[in-house]
């Protein structure tokens, strides 16, 4: 059983920035598809940045030029760099991994293993 453990979330104030690390207990090199998924209240969980095997990453558009997603393979770890940080970016924040293509920004259908979220919270 593969498990992802997220951490790095904390409250920031608007314009700040956090960066979120996932650790796998497994090679990382294993999965084709990476990404980073949030879901604030009352609202759907949404695919925010994937990663695939080539390196080349999607971003959602309320992310784009914010937000970097990257690996380190030698650590097994997927990390989300957030910068600019805007009120709307306060959410449960998800790592996940999948053995298929990512074309876009991941799907939350398409991923096999999850992480249990850590909290962003950005104050104005």
């Known amino acids: 059983q593969v498990q992802l453990v997220e951490s790095g979330g904390g409250s920031v104030q608007t314009g700040g920035s956090l960066r979120l690390s996932c650790a796998a207990s497994t090679n990382i090199n294993s999965f084709v598809c990476l990404g980073w998924f949030r879901q604030a209240p009352g609202k759907e969980r949404e695919g925010v940045a994937g990663?695939?095997?080539?390196?080349?990453?999607n971003y959602a558009d309320s992310v784009k030029g914010r937000f970097t997603i990257s690996q380190d393979n030698a650590k097994n770890t997927l990390y989300l760099q957030m910068n600019s940080l805007k009120p709307e970016d306060t959410a449960m924040y998800y790592c996940?991994?999948?053995?298929?293509?990512?074309?876009?920004?991941?799907?939350?259908?398409?991923?096999?293993?999850w992480g249990r979220g850590t909290q962003v919270n950005i104050s104005s």
């Open positions: 996940a991994v999948s053995y298929g293509r990512c074309p876009g920004v991941p799907a939350r259908g398409a991923m096999y293993y």
């Open positions: 990663i695939d095997r080539t390196s080349r990453t």
